[in-house]
């Protein structure tokens, strides 16, 4: 299973205008990454799971969860994604710490925060790997079969976050000398596991 | 130089709604491949050109260019793009066979047929590579520097068109097992030769 987790530091954890998904907090951003991690052509990829915490204002941290496996009825473009996070944050406004419901077939969203969400993962085994341009390169790094990414969005990720993936004994692995789009780094990741084989 | 070619078999040729792109011919399409082709994390690729063939209606062919390296004003997010195309569509909807026009920095529209710009690129000597399962794998192949990546929509290329690429001797090239979204395929594209440090 493949698990990809993007830290959304200033997306809306309230209603906002489908028209104006850039001054949503870079929710059109979010989107994106959504349809690169989810699909291939004609079809959903069943062994990801798409997750970001919504950091912006006004009830943050939101843990908002898309399951390939379960998800029906959403298209790929940002539009139609992002009526499903709409919702999600909408129904999810009032959640207490530790509470999560399911807003729709494969969405979920719980009142969780990335460092809490992430050491929980870490304590069930699951492999966290951070993309970082001064990482090992992914050609050379064999990933376990429970692995979940980690993406900082257009801000990157604050030094804080930093020190605490490390903490918690997460892989740095790079994608190249370029700087890519947190979708683009989703796209490649699926591309480099795809070539091995890799569920 | 990286230049993309995305035939879009349906994207409207007429005006259209910013808020239905699917139902626009799926220009939503167009735009996630051209975020993909020509950004990277705060920048823009000055070395990619993005073209795309509308074959939808009313007044089709028309072909759309986007320089990256000329470009003004644009951001990433699908609506944004969809309304740089939209400008390209409204301002060239009278155009003749063989007119072209510059509707902003960057962008231009022509009346130009899909057969008949890769006819002129591969007399120009550019090497026209069509992304397809059944070609030489990416990681085998040396691309020219002057190259034109050939991709197809969510309808892929109808035999036709796969008939003329093989006639002006088109290399087919794989990026795997899996059928990409296009603009997954383009996210690839630029990795791999980033990879190489071609331009």
């Not at 692995?147 to 605490?164: M, S």
């Not at 780094?185 to 699926?190: K, L, P, R, S, V």
Request: hydrophobic share 40%; proline share 3%; glycine share 8%.
């Amino acid at each position: 299973m493949r698990e990809f987790l993007l830290r959304a530091s200033k997306a809306f954890t309230k209603s906002f205008k489908l028209n104006d998904l850039p001054g949503a907090g870079r929710i059109d951003l979010v989107c994106r990454c959504i349809t690169q991690a989810i699909w291939l052509s004609g079809n959903l990829r069943r062994n990801v799971v798409f997750r970001s915490v919504f950091e912006g204002p006004d009830k943050p941290p939101k843990l908002i969860t898309v399951e390939a496996s379960k998800l029906r009825g959403m298209s790929p473009d940002e539009r139609n994604v992002a009526s499903h996070l709409r919702m999600a944050i909408e129904k999810g406004y009032w959640l207490d710490y530790g509470e999560e419901i399911e807003v729709w077939h494969g969405i979920k969203v719980a009142k969780k925060s990335f460092e809490e969400f992430l050491r929980e993962r870490s304590e069930e085994g699951v492999e966290i790997v951070y993309l970082h341009k001064r990482g090992k390169d992914v050609r050379e790094v064999e990933f376990s079969k429970q692995v979940c990414f980690v993406l900082g969005d257009h801000k990157g990720l604050p030094k804080a976050a930093e020190r605490f993936l490390k903490k918690i004994g997460a892989k740095r692995v790079s994608l190249g000398n370029k700087e890519y789009l947190a979708s683009q780094c989703i796209a490649i990741i699926n591309y480099e596991l795809d070539r091995r084989n890799v569920d």
